[in-house]
């Protein structure tokens, strides 16, 4: 499975836009780019996945690069009840891999008033 | 539809017993997960099943084991509970494009 990096935290403010940037040199073509959302304790939250183009959804917007080799999710209006650790993951679409999701720490951002 | 649910909720184990964490998903998912999260970490998957009768190691699998005898439960089995066991678990299902989470199994072995 590729693997992913991310800054381990970020900061923004209150109705501003929310930009966590990832790193995944090593996609290759079969894989998809998810993001994934944990607010506290709770049990991880989808946001939205692509595979080359951007994607947009009631949550969030998702932009890949044309290599593929990069990605930002976009949260247009954060607000306080964004914060959270987000993950981005790299995961096979290919049915004998099981399309598992391999988390790695993720960026924990902090929307503040 | 209620998900996926996980039984119990919290629970304190003493060295060396054994449990079964419990998770029911109602969605008729084909895919299923088990991951651990230690505190501040991130997942740890310890095992998946890709469809009843078919299992697979993850990536911490060590002092697990599991079962897939239906669609519908995907069963985690502590043999003999270890302090280094001490965790949050989530059981996952999945559709061909997302993965749903339960709201965990918290773990004290003590």
């Known amino acids: 499975d590729a693997k992913t990096t991310q800054p381990p935290s970020m900061d923004c403010a209150e109705g501003r836009a929310a930009n966590l940037p990832c790193n995944h040199s090593t996609i290759s073509g079969n894989e998809y780019v998810y993001w994934y959302r944990q607010i506290h304790s709770q049990g991880p939250q989808y946001i939205i996945h692509?595979?080359?183009n951007n994607e947009t959804n009631e949550m969030a917007s998702l932009i890949i690069t044309e290599d593929r080799k990069s990605s930002t999710l976009i949260l247009p209006h954060a607000t306080l009840r964004d914060t959270a650790v987000y993950y981005c993951?790299?995961?096979?679409?290919?049915?004998?891999?099981?399309?598992?999701?391999?988390f790695g720490q993720g960026t924990e951002l902090s929307v503040k008033p | 539809n209620a998900g996926v649910t996980q039984t119990p909720k919290f629970r304190i184990l003493k060295i060396g017993q054994s449990m079964t964490l419990q998770c029911t998903q109602d969605?008729?998912?084909?895919?299923m997960y088990w991951y651990r999260q230690d505190p501040g970490m991130g997942l740890k998957l310890i095992y998946y099943s890709v469809g009843a009768g078919i299992t697979d190691k993850g990536e911490v699998p060590n002092g697990y084991n599991v079962s897939r005898s239906t669609t519908e439960d995907f069963p985690l089995r502590l043999e003999l509970a270890a302090p280094s066991q001490t965790s949050v678990y989530f059981c996952?299902?999945?559709?061909?494009?997302?993965?749903?989470f339960g709201p965990g199994t918290r773990l004290l072995v003590l």
């Open positions: 692509g595979l080359k």
């Open positions: 996952a299902s999945a559709s061909a494009e997302t993965q749903y």
């Open positions: 969605m008729n998912h084909n895919y």
């Open positions: 993951i790299v995961r096979s679409m290919i049915y004998n891999q099981g399309g598992k999701l391999i």
